[in-house]
């Protein structure tokens, strides 16, 4: 069996490349602004289908998003059959079909990529897809559809739908009807599997408080409506920011990304929120997650992904040690370097703690090495996976009390609760409500598990940002030659100080991240690094940090 070429030729015709642009598959798959990418769409759907038939018919995700980017831009990302991030090489393979300049040129990149892969276009080919509430959604999934249409693949739209949905559509297609069966493949079995695990996880608890819900004025509105369907007799979600036909409304002054860069209350919830009451934000396609309260004097406290670590991490080293099962379940936490010194030395009192370089795909591998891996970014992308020996072994432990046979169907819960595919705003937000009920905490106890180091991230502008290296997980520069110890010379005048620079994986900047025991020299340290950087590698002027002009 061959490549259906005038197929392709004729709908590539219909979808050509922008001659001045490059396109980067990275960590968010392709993303830029949406108005731009007509020709990386068709291309994808048919490099879904290759992915497709090169893993025997199994099917491949497909999410048209850019999550918490401004409205005007879109993205895609393509979703192998665990729900996982696609296989790395493919990335690269991606990039190159993406920049080929004609459909001439895409279709014999097309042959000599099917030959050197060696994919095997007799397999079927089956793709389920889905899109955010951005504006350029429809006109991008319908050139996606060309693609997938030109190579023949079977496809499902799976619709305006959050990621982690998407993301579990995957995994729950592919293991249907197989011991490993995630659940029902549809939205409907998403929403049902994960609320029963949350009713029975706070059977016979206090009331829970209502939780008011930032939801980016994206496509988390629904999920939490749905949701809300469900638990109501437990949990009341009250969701603001929900305004979903607004031009320009998306992530605008809202939502996870606002709350962790601006550290404040988004400017809507200010009528909203009491004193006391916790709040969260999603971001636009609901795969992060911030709390956040207020104190007794009003002051806003972010809960951000390193609290929601150290709140879920601590509970499940609990229950393992309830349940008898301390000497066969082994609990890991993997971090970056962007998690606050404050959590990191909190966990590691507690657990094994690894860190890693910055991206989920990196965290994701490395939980996968514990029996039960909790990662969590600050930015509030996180989730806990289970291995197949830990599930094992939670289905044929014998309990020997009753105490142990309670704590052991917790953690089964806990499986069920937790979208274990990819970040999930929603899941996490009900595990966290989980935590809180068992805990008796409210957002002041949760805050007081450990206290965050001042910190402060600055972006410096360069000139070449491939200039500069890194290692150790990407907290020391190895190039430029010499920087890091004049780094290492500033950090050691400040008590707690820890600063790093890593290069921007889209444009040409670095970014600078210090701590310090005080905030104001958490911000001179970081704007003294900033400086360095700029002094040593020949910053753009215009562009040098506005604390050195």
């Not at 409205?71 to 393979?93: C, F, I, Q, T």
């Not at 396609?285 to 004097?297: H, K, P, S, V």
Request: charged share 25%.
């Amino acid at each position: 069996m061959s490549l259906p070429i005038q197929a392709i030729q004729a709908a590539g015709d219909r979808h050509p490349k922008p001659a001045h642009l490059r396109f980067q598959y990275g960590t968010a798959g392709f993303r830029t602004l949406g108005n731009t990418l007509d020709s990386v769409m068709f291309k994808v759907g048919i490099i879904a289908a290759l992915r497709s038939k090169k893993l025997d018919g199994k099917t491949i995700g497909v999410m048209v998003t850019a999550s918490h980017n401004p409205e005007p831009d879109n993205g895609v990302k393509l979703v192998d059959p665990r729900g996982e991030m696609l296989e790395a090489s493919w990335e690269g393979y991606a990039t190159t079909l993406a920049n080929t300049s004609t459909t001439e040129e895409f279709v014999e990149a097309l042959a000599e990529f099917v030959r050197s892969a060696k994919i095997d276009l007799s397999k079927p080919a089956r793709v389920v897809y889905g899109r955010d509430t951005r504006p350029s959604g429809p006109a991008l999934v319908a050139a996606l559809e060309d693609g997938l249409h030109a190579i023949g693949a079977e496809a499902r739209d799976a619709g305006v739908t959050t990621t982690p949905i998407l993301h579990y559509l995957v995994r729950a297609t592919n293991t249907k009807g197989t011991k490993d069966a995630y659940g029902e493949d549809t939205s409907e079995g998403y929403y049902d599997k994960i609320s029963a695990a949350f009713k029975k996880l706070v059977a016979g608890k206090a009331g829970i408080p209502p939780l008011v819900v930032d939801c980016a004025n994206g496509v988390g509105a629904y999920a939490v409506e749905e949701f809300s369907k469900l638990i109501s007799d437990k949990l009341q979600l009250v969701p603001v920011n929900a305004d979903l036909t607004t031009p320009g409304a998306l992530n605008n002054a809202c939502g996870a990304d606002f709350v962790k860069t601006m550290q404040r209350l988004p400017p809507s919830l200010s009528p909203v929120l009491k004193t006391g009451q916790r709040a969260c934000s999603l971001d636009g396609d609901a795969d992060r997650l911030m709390y956040y309260y207020l104190d007794d004097r009003d002051q806003f406290r972010m809960l951000d992904g390193d609290k929601i670590a150290a709140l879920v991490a601590a509970f499940i080293v609990e229950l393992v040690k309830n349940a008898g099962l301390e000497d066969e379940i082994s609990v890991g936490i993997v971090q970056t370097a962007y998690a606050n010194g404050g959590s990191t030395k909190y966990l590691s009192q507690r657990l094994p703690v690894k860190c890693v370089s910055t991206g989920v795909k990196h965290l994701h591998h490395a939980a996968e090495h514990y029996d039960v891996g909790v990662y969590f970014e600050a930015n509030g992308h996180g989730t806990v996976l289970f291995s197949a020996e830990t599930n094992k072994i939670l289905a044929e432990h014998q309990p020997s009390t009753p105490a142990q046979s309670t704590a052991l169907n917790h953690i089964v819960n806990l499986t069920q609760l937790i979208n274990q595919t990819v970040g999930d705003a929603l899941s996490d937000l009900l595990l966290v409500e989980v935590v809180l009920a068992h805990k008796s905490y409210s957002g002041v106890e949760w805050d007081s598990l450990y206290v965050d180091l001042p910190n402060r991230l600055v972006k410096v502008v360069v000139a070449d940002r491939h200039i500069f290296k890194t290692e150790d997980a990407e907290r020391r520069l190895v190039s430029p030659a010499g920087l890091q110890e004049k780094i290492n010379e500033l950090v050691r005048r400040y008590e707690a100080g820890r600063a790093f620079v890593r290069p921007s994986g889209t444009e040409d900047v670095v970014r600078v991240y210090a701590e310090a025991m005080v905030k104001s020299q958490a911000d001179e340290l970081a704007f003294r690094v900033a400086g360095l950087v700029y002094d040593e590698t020949g910053g753009d002027p215009a562009q040098r940090p506005a604390e050195f002009l």
